[in-house]
């Protein structure tokens, strides 16, 4: 087995720097361990002050067995400790290198090695690193690992596949262990057992068809796999989950595959090879393994669990692949505890339990979501269903969520070092485990969603008959209920379809580019397979240059600014986001430059906003563009998501009103606004499609803070100035407008906050429409007439009408205190509104308004 | 190699048993006691083949606990460097196999397995396998052992099938 000679190095520990006194073993000798190979002398000075430097001796000792090859040192030779680091001191040709050991012996030639001797070296130290699944596997060198991957490799190249790890928890499956599920499936399975019954004798089939009602997520739980892991008992399993019994046994887990997992496993088996990398236990790995893969072709015992891992924080892909990960793809949920690595790709989790997260990852540090919304409720922001406030709102809500009180994130890697906080962690995520079994998130969440449907029927009939049915749905699972209940746990996943064909791309790729360069390698004569192999430096196929230019493709050409998504006090090129922007193709800039094409932006109204939307042809878009275009790896269309500029539904809407504290507050005052009986008579008084038209066009063409501001200034004004405003409200053809827009903004801070309600979605299409209309009609022109009459009539603020046109026109000449603050990017519309008006009551608003402005501007800027 | 030994084991009684069928219990208890364990001294004991004394219990002041020195005959397991012995495959992965050769799990690496049989990854389950043999869970092997390291209470041992004789046996 000895391929090559063996360095040997110095030890570290020798009082450097040394000089070799003698060589005590000649070149071609055999020595074994323990033989003297040279001896060495060292200046010490000894700790007693005053001393005298003396020269002392030691000798250097064989630590393993062959025949010296080569000596690389002479006598006479100064040693430093750097020089003893960099170069051998001695080749040494051994019979066995011990390259591959288990369980302290060497497999090749059965030596014992866990020798400690006074030599300090012991063999077993030789081979450590572990590249099986199984954890009492052998531990091999690097050498040898490099070989055996190489061997690996060659095999998989001729196969034409590639190794896939695949993680299990929310990627292929979703587990829980709330015995709801086991009740509800216990519910499906008796109604489907009714029906048989009733397919068999059919004369009954009339009497009880309108009563016998199936659980309302029978239909998605038919499949749910279950088993019992712990202590086994061979006693009957009982069905009711009740008894005692069924405590002691430990939980009972609930597998819900992913749709389409079965075709997904059996395509990528074709081209990949496929391991399972889970932080479950290897118990539970098992035991999913034989839902998902009951034969074994698939994974083929390739199955690595936390027991084996090493780390309960981390995921390695070095666990399995030690050296070369070219041809390894990962597709995990968790991007983070793969340290993201560029062989990963991301899959969107698989949330079938709503609300129960990764039953085994409940010492993970709580992912965060890049923006505050859940991608799944942003995913549609205008078109969310009017049903499920409590489904949409984020997990954090659910009292169920994992782990509430994990103090982890603050220094995960420093807490898996030790093993008590391992332990400390697994007790965590037993009690998370335990918590769930008990609280039963499952129940309460449909309980919720029950509670929600029956509100739409609550609105549009009588009161007191939605109030009934919604009760008998809270006490009872009442089957004779007449419309069919809504599902909690619905069967509408697609993500393996989309993750087949990313891996299909990154399959096709690879091989592509392999046989091209195979290709090219068969054209040159000489050519061998050794020399591609030797030739590392240019390995043009690698899946880890393959992947993330695949994620490039995506937002390719797209130039990001972030609006109000990253905080102020962070540096934003660290901040996630914008990471992940660059990993998917796009640039980003922290400022509106020319190149600019998309403004990514949480919500509206922010002067990035409004500088973009004045500029033109750059989409201006809502966080969840981003997101889902980075989920599932396209770029999404961005007309879903942009982020309109004219919010026009009529009325507040109450739940959303919490959207932002800073607006709850402005709330108050818009209502005492709009309250004012005056206001409210003049806005009855006018032509409400007129004054729509003219709102709409006007909010076109400037809808920003200052905007907001001047009319909140307004507003304010009106509570004080009631008269006034009402009168000006009937006199010219400007205030209609302010007046309505005022109006307008009163509804704005709930509306784009969380934007949930159907009635918005219902209203936006025709509305959107009359939008375009108005423009067109007006040509945003409404307003710059009314300013100029107003300025005519006002005379001193001429200034700020001119300014009007100019997008950078900085406005601080003109309209009194507040225009001091306001930063000079959007003021231009406003100047002349604020300075026409401003005329009369400026000595009041001014003031008042500065306050409110200050408070707002910093508000936006933390929130 | 398969011994039969002579060994003593203590057997501490309690005095809820002291009783007619004291004996029969103790019986049951070295039985249940000494078989299948293993030590590194001895190897392996397989089976108790006679008890030779049961002991005369000595009554230990203080815990009022009996004890009794028994001496029995078993059939002991020691495996030895150069040993040639029969296995069943019970674990294959890509660096070689795992024999269980009674109670002893011998590890058979790939180096030490003759090169026509390679590894097959896509096998199901995975095995060796060359053009008429195959490698694979539950396959007969007879391995020579290299190796054997002996701690307090296990034994490990490694073993090679790259010689005349070795390997799948029918």
Redesign the interface.
């Given at each position: 087995m000895a391929s090559s000679a063996t360095e040997l190095f110095l030890p570290p520990s020798f009082p450097y720097p040394i000089k070799v006194v003698s060589i005590d073993a000649s070149s071609s000798s055999v020595v074994q361990r323990g033989t003297r190979l040279l001896s060495y002398s060292f200046v010490h000075v000894p700790a007693q002050p005053n001393a005298q430097p003396e020269s002392r001796f030691g000798t250097w000792d064989s630590a393993i067995d062959g025949t010296i090859q080569a000596w690389k040192v002479r006598v006479g030779d100064v040693i430093s400790q750097r020089k003893a680091k960099e170069r051998p001191v001695v080749l040494i040709l051994e019979e066995c290198k011990h390259g591959m050991q288990i369980s302290g012996l060497c497999v090749l030639c059965g030596k014992d090695m866990t020798n400690s001797d006074y030599i300090g070296f012991a063999d077993s130290s030789r081979a450590h690193i572990q590249m099986t699944h199984s954890a009492n596997g052998p531990l091999v060198s690097l050498e040898e690992a490099q070989r055996l991957e190489k061997e690996t490799a060659e095999d998989l190249l001729k196969s034409r596949k590639l190794s896939l790890i695949v993680d299990l928890d929310q990627t292929i499956v979703h587990a829980t262990v709330d015995p709801t599920v086991g009740e509800w499936r216990a519910e499906g399975a008796a109604w489907k057992a009714r029906q048989a019954a009733k397919k068999n004798d059919l004369g009954d089939l009339n009497n009880s068809e309108g009563e016998d009602e199936c659980n309302p997520n029978w239909e998605a739980l038919e499949d749910v796999g279950e088993f019992r892991l712990g202590p086994e008992t061979f006693g009957l399993p009982s069905n009711k989950g009740k008894s005692k019994m069924v405590e002691s046994d430990g939980p009972v887990y609930y597998i819900k595959r992913r749709p389409g997992w079965q075709e997904f496993l059996e395509d990528m088996a074709t081209k990949y090879q496929m391991h399972v990398y889970t932080m479950g236990t290897r118990a539970y790995a098992e035991q999913v393994c034989a839902l998902i893969d009951p034969v074994g072709k698939v994974f083929g015992g390739r199955l690595l669990s936390r027991d084996e891992s090493g780390s309960l924080t981390q995921k390695s892909l070095q666990r399995l692949f030690p050296c070369d990960t070219s041809m390894v793809v990962i597709i995990d949920d968790r991007a983070d505890v793969w340290e993201w690595s560029p062989n990963l790709v991301k899959v969107v989790p698989y949330d079938f339990f709503v609300g129960i997260g990764d039953i085994n990852s409940a010492f993970l540090p709580k992912i965060e979501p890049l923006t505050p919304v859940v991608p799944p409720a942003a995913a549609v922001p205008q078109a969310s269903p009017v049903t499920d406030p409590a489904m949409d709102s984020p997990p954090s809500a659910d009292p169920a969520q994992v782990n509430p009180s994990l103090p982890a994130p603050a220094s995960p890697l420093e807490a898996a070092k030790t093993e008590l906080t391992e332990k400390a962690m697994l007790t965590q995520n037993t009690i998370a485990l335990e918590a769930q079994v008990e609280e039963r998130p499952l129940a309460k969440k449909q309980e919720e969603l029950q509670v929600a449907s029956a509100d739409p029927p609550t609105a549009i009939g009588s009161q007191a008959a939605s109030k009934d049915t919604k009760i008998a749905e809270s006490t009872v699972p009442a089957p004779e209920k007449p419309p069919r209940k809504a599902a909690l746990l619905k069967n509408d996943d697609h993500e393996l379809q989309r993750l087949g064909k990313i891996l299909d791309e990154v399959h096709r790729r690879f091989f592509t580019e392999y046989e091209a360069r195979r290709a090219a390698d068969k054209v040159k004569p000489s050519s061998s397979r050794k020399r591609r192999d030797s030739i590392k430096p240019k390995p043009a196929y690698d899946v880890t240059l393959i992947i993330p230019h695949i994620r490039s493709e995506v937002l390719d050409g797209v130039h990001i600014l972030f609006s109000s998504v990253i905080p102020l006090d962070t540096n934003p090129e660290a901040t996630e986001i914008w990471r992940m922007a660059l990993m998917f193709g796009a640039k980003c800039s922290t400022e509106l430059t020319a190149d600019v094409t998309h403004v990514v932006a949480a919500k509206r109204g922010t002067v990035k906003v409004d500088a973009a939307r004045k500029r033109g042809g750059i989409k201006i878009v809502w966080v969840a563009w981003f997101t889902d275009c980075i989920a599932l790896w396209r770029r999404q269309d961005e007309t879903a998501y942009l982020l309109d500029d004219a919010p026009t539904v009529p009325a507040a809407d109450p739940l959303q009103a919490s959207a932002l504290s800073d607006e709850a507050a402005d709330d108050e005052e818009w209502d005492g606004g709009e309250g004012g009986g005056n206001t409210d008579l003049a806005i009855a008084a006018i032509n409400w499609d007129d004054i729509n038209d003219e709102v709409d066009a006007a909010m076109n063409e400037s809808d920003d803070d200052e905007d907001a501001r001047s009319e909140r200034s307004a507003m304010s004004e009106d509570d004080w100035t009631d008269d006034a405003s009402s009168i000006q409200t009937t006199s010219g053809p400007s205030t209609p407008t302010r007046l309505k827009r005022k109006r307008l903004r009163s509804v704005t801070p709930s509306a784009d906050g969380t934007l949930g309600n159907g009635t918005r979605d219902v209203l936006r299409s025709p509305l959107a429409k009359r939008k375009k209309v108005a423009a067109e009609r007006t040509g945003y022109s409404k307003l710059k007439e009314a300013i100029s009459a107003e300025d005519v009539h006002g005379g001193g603020a001429g200034a700020g009408t001119q300014r009007q046109g100019s997008v950078e026109g900085d406005g601080d000449g003109d309209s009194g205190g507040q225009a001091q603050v306001s930063s000079p990017g959007s003021r231009g519309s406003d100047d002349g509104t604020q300075g026409g008006e401003e005329e009369e009551d400026d000595d009041e608003g001014g003031g008042d308004d500065d306050d409110d402005f200050l408070a707002r501007e910093l508000e936006e800027e933390w929130g | 190699m398969f011994f039969i030994k002579e060994l003593t084991h203590t057997i501490l009684l309690h005095p809820s048993y002291f009783g007619p069928r004291m004996l029969s219990f103790l019986e049951s208890k070295l039985y249940s006691d000494v078989e299948g364990t293993c030590s590194g001294q001895f190897g392996y004991i397989i089976a108790v083949v006679s008890i030779l004394d049961i002991g005369k219990g000595m009554v230990l002041s203080g815990s009022g606990q009996a004890e009794f020195i028994t001496r029995y005959r078993a059939i002991v397991f020691k495996p030895f460097?150069g040993e040639v012995v029969d296995g069943v495959v019970n674990?294959v992965?890509?660096?070689?196999f795992f024999a269980d050769v009674g109670p002893l799990s011998v590890?058979v690496?790939h180096?030490?397995i003759h090169p026509d049989l390679r590894f097959d990854?896509?096998s199901?389950?995975?095995s060796f396998a060359s053009v008429d043999q195959i490698i694979e869970k539950s396959t007969h092997v007879r391995l020579k052992?290299?190796?054997?390291?002996v701690d307090a209470t296990e034994i490990?041992?490694?073993g090679t099938i790259k010689e005349d004789h070795l390997g799948v046996i029918d």
């Open positions: - | 460097k674990n992965n890509k660096m070689g590890f690496s180096q030490l990854s896509n199901n389950p995975p052992i290299v190796g054997t390291r490990f041992a490694i």
